[in-house]
């Protein structure tokens, strides 16, 4: 099935996790007024990327970030004919928007013209909402987040203040590294969630897809079968936020 969408809701970041959590080769094709920029993912790495006026590479990732009028599509199976990216995303990311800060150059979506009330919810928002709903149905779960595999935040909600997201997020990723090799080394098929248990309450990782997950903070006295009900329920949202389907 070929993912498509509008760049006024779905940033860059996103299309490719997206992308990253498809298959073994996807291309990402940004259809803008200014002209076509197509990204190569390979494993999960993004190995190419080229613009309209001859940028390549992280030159190329840079220029494509700032895109927000047009669309996009997942084309998967496109190969590359060169690759010209070594470093992995994440790294090529942080680099690419800290260029452009310096650069001056808007990393983030202009506003709109029209009233609050009329926008399109960007997929974070979605995320964010979702969380929101959760926590305030459940006492099952009392935090949550949803954070790439390489470590990067899409949202999160804790109810302490004083609760650092990235690390949170850091811990979900090796968390996630440690049991998916634990699965292939038992012959257990892929991951699906980690439940971790502490003096004061559990830390639940599930996966919503391959490059995205799902961690929830439990309290000691918890329901652990009505706590694990409500983490498939909103991973299948989830699931459906980040494919563009809600």
Known sequence: MTLQGSLQEVDLPHIVDLARGM????????????GLWTLYVEDGRVV???????????DAVATALVRREGTF????????????????????????????DEAGAPSQPE???EEPMTKPKKMRERIADALEDLLNESSDIIGAA????????????FPRRDTDDNLVAAVAAAVYGLSQRSMKQTQRGTFVQTLIQ???GYMLVRSITPQVLFVGLLPAEVNLGMAFAEARTITARLAEILQGLR
């Open 23 to 34: 298959g073994d080769a996807v291309a990402v094709v940004l259809d803008t007024p200014q």
């Open 48 to 58: 190419h990327a080229e613009g309209p006026h001859g940028e390549r590479g992280e």
């Open 73 to 100: 599509h997942l084309e998967p199976g496109r190969l590359p004919a060169t690759r010209t990216i070594q470093r992995p995303w994440n790294a090529v990311l942080l680099d690419a928007l800290r260029r452009l």
């Open 111 to 113: 506003s709109y013209e």
């Open 146 to 157: 949803v954070v790439g595999v390489d470590g990067l935040i899409y949202s999160a909600n």
């Open 198 to 200: 502490g003096s004061d």
